[in-house]
């Protein structure tokens, strides 16, 4: 396969991720969106790193899984905390739950 094409599906995976954390209103589905994007940084990583020959977009990818496991654990308190205060997971109203 050709690098031209792992770029355009990773292309296409970002856009649905802008698209889903921009109209989304569900936590859960936002956070959702934003490890599709994770996911496309990923594959661009790594077709660029096998198309060079080189393993460092490996290394990062494996980096950036670490961050995305950190972020959905980051993410889901503050989604379960929201729901918690407002029996709603509507991120609109996350800015309610200021001090």
């Known amino acids: 396969m050709f690098l031209n094409q792992f770029l355009i599906f990773a292309a296409v995976l970002f856009c649905i991720g802008v698209y889903g954390v921009l109209t989304r209103k569900n936590g859960v589905l936002v956070l959702m969106s934003i490890e599709l994007i994770l996911n496309a940084v990923n594959i661009n990583l790594v ?3 096998a198309y060079n020959s080189d393993i ?29 205060n407002r029996r709603s997971i509507d991120v609109s109203e996350a800015d309610l739950l200021k001090g």
């Open 47 to 49: 077709a660029f790193g």
């Open 56 to 84: 460092g977009g490996q290394v990062f990818a494996l980096f950036i899984i670490a961050v995305a496991a950190a972020e959905v654990g980051v993410g889901l308190a503050i989604v379960l905390l929201i729901y918690r």
